[in-house]
T-cell receptor, first 115, second 109 residues
Framework: ETGVTQTPRHLVMGMTNKKSLKCEQHLGHNAMYWYKQSAKKPLELMFVYSLEERVENNSVPSRFSPECPNSSHLFLHLHTLQPEDSALYLC??????????????FGPGTRLLVL | GQNIDQPTEMTATEGAIVQINCTYQ??????LFWYQQHAGEAPTFLSYNVLDGLEEKGRFSSFLSRSKGYSYLLLKELQMKDSASYLC??????????WGAGTKLIIKP
């Protein structure tokens, strides 16, 4: 247990569905992240929030929409996804966003399959 | 562009020592991280290096040479539970974390 939880753990959705991924951290951290992990590829950073403000958006398609209502919760809203979006979606948190403060603690991930 | 290189896969024997290398080309440097990721699980933090030299933590050690853009993770007295992927990541000048694709380590009895 890393102190970061994610739900659901597995999700199957059609291309016309709308779903949301939830992440919660119990570590008192100030920064939260969404990553996409595909087989044999580096982790792809999608979004970073620091003190509930979005500070990074790495040109992610608009069909992914993040929401950070407070420093402990992070959501990823999904709509009209494509089969190539099937991957493991990881949430992480860190104390800060520089140096050793950026040691990230990851949740177990949501395995997403888009049909 | 920014790039992190690691071997895709390595095999080692239980009880032995293995060294996993990581080379990087990034815009600036503010630290290097190693994470371990077991199959189907989340990555977990192993080590952080920001100055040149060796950091030892039990059976695991991590080395950094900033002038060579090079790091390695050294695992001693290998155990079967060390079978996992090992991810190298570098914090660049904008404090953005750049990730390698990971090295899958297979431990054989």
């Amino acid at each position: 247990e890393t102190g970061v939880t994610q739900t659901p753990r597995h999700l199957v959705m059609g291309m016309t569905n709308k779903k949301s991924l939830k992440c919660e951290q119990h570590l008192g951290h100030n920064a939260m992240y969404w990553y996409k992990q595909s087989a044999k590829k580096p982790l792809e950073l999608m979004f970073v929030y620091s003190l509930e403000e979005r500070v990074e958006n790495n040109s992610v398609p608009s069909r992914f929409s993040p929401e950070c209502p407070n420093s402990s919760h992070l959501f990823l809203h999904l709509h009209t996804l494509q089969p190539e979006d099937s991957a493991l979606y990881l949430c992480a948190s860190s104390q800060g966003t520089s140096g050793r403060e950026e040691i990230q603690y990851f949740g177990p991930g949501t395995r997403l399959l888009v049909l | 562009g920014q790039n992190i290189d690691q071997p895709t896969e390595m095999t080692a024997t239980e009880g032995a020592i293995v060294q996993i290398n990581c080379t990087y080309q990034t815009s600036g440097f503010n630290g290097l991280f190693w994470y371990q990721q077991h199959a189907g699980e989340a990555p977990t933090f192993l080590s952080y290096n920001v100055l040149d030299g060796l950091e030892e933590k039990g059976r695991f050690s991590s080395f950094l040479s900033r002038s060579k853009g090079y790091s390695y993770l050294l695992l001693k007295e290998l155990q079967m539970k060390d079978s996992a992927s090992y991810l190298c990541a570098v914090l660049d000048s904008n404090y953005q974390l750049i990730w390698g694709a990971g090295t899958k380590l297979i431990i054989k009895p």
